[in-house]
């Protein structure tokens, strides 16, 4: 019978192979998009529509009809991390890019940077409308303008996204107002629109005035006049 004193080095041997064999969990590290597009007054159809996560960096391309509803999913991205390292706490702003020919708009979505849970989300249905950005009396061309103002020394991405929330905002006072005849449900998708462009506001802040504290004060007190200009008008 092997003894004691031989046999505890062995084990202590192979209890330090398995201290060193790296124990692995998976995190998503980007969400599950998914939701669906209703075109409305395109002049010409199909219309070519470019849908691309902005994190992953997949891309889908669509053609879509007018009045007909176009379904889209983009799957979550995950890696694999050691368990000796603590779960991240840190969150991010992930973004869905929407392109055609003659516009763009992102829909942008706080989350944690990385999760144990697969986050999921539904961005319900959107309405692409290429004359959305005909702004007419759909939101206050004067307040639009003084926020394009703070712009005037930031970078095409910081004007992108400062976009992506007037052309959501007018989709939004559109339904508001009844003017798409052929959406049903609109009570649903104009909360759904009226979410996004508010979300797509405050990444504008984020985006464009972190290092500047001034023009945040001000685009501030634009922002709430907005926010209050487009509420008014869901009442």
């Not at 176009?70 to 368990?83: G, H, I």
């Not at 692409?128 to 003084?146: C, G, R, V, W, Y």
Request: charged residues 20%.
């Amino acid at each position: 019978m092997l003894s004691i004193a031989r046999v505890f080095p062995v084990l202590l041997f192979l209890t330090t192979l398995v201290g060193c064999v790296p124990v692995l969990r998976t995190e998503y590290i980007s969400p599950q998009w998914s939701g669906q597009l209703l075109l409305v007054n395109s002049f010409s159809s199909p219309t070519s529509l470019s849908i691309s996560d902005s994190f992953t960096q997949q891309v889908v391309e669509h053609e879509v009809t007018d009045g007909q509803v176009t379904k889209f999913k983009f799957d979550a991205k995950t890696k694999s991390v050691s368990w000796k390292l603590p779960a991240a706490s840190m969150a991010r702003h992930f973004t869905l890019n929407f392109q055609s020919a003659n516009f763009k708009f992102g829909l942008t979505q706080l989350e944690r940077a990385t999760s144990a849970e697969l986050i999921t989300i539904d961005v319900g249905t959107i309405i692409i409308d290429p004359s959305a950005l005909e702004l007419h009396d759909n939101i206050n061309q004067a307040l639009f303008t003084k926020m394009m103002e703070l712009t005037d020394d930031q970078d095409n991405a910081c004007k992108s996204q400062l976009r992506s929330t007037i052309y959501l905002a007018a989709v939004t006072l559109k339904l508001a107002k009844k003017k798409y005849p052929q959406v049903v449900n609109t009570e649903s998708i104009t909360q759904d629109h009226h979410h996004w462009s508010v979300n797509a506001l405050e990444f504008s802040d984020s985006l464009c005035f972190s290092k500047d504290y001034k023009k945040r004060q001000s685009f501030a007190r634009l922002k709430q006049e907005f926010i209050s200009n487009l509420n008014q008008h869901l009442n």
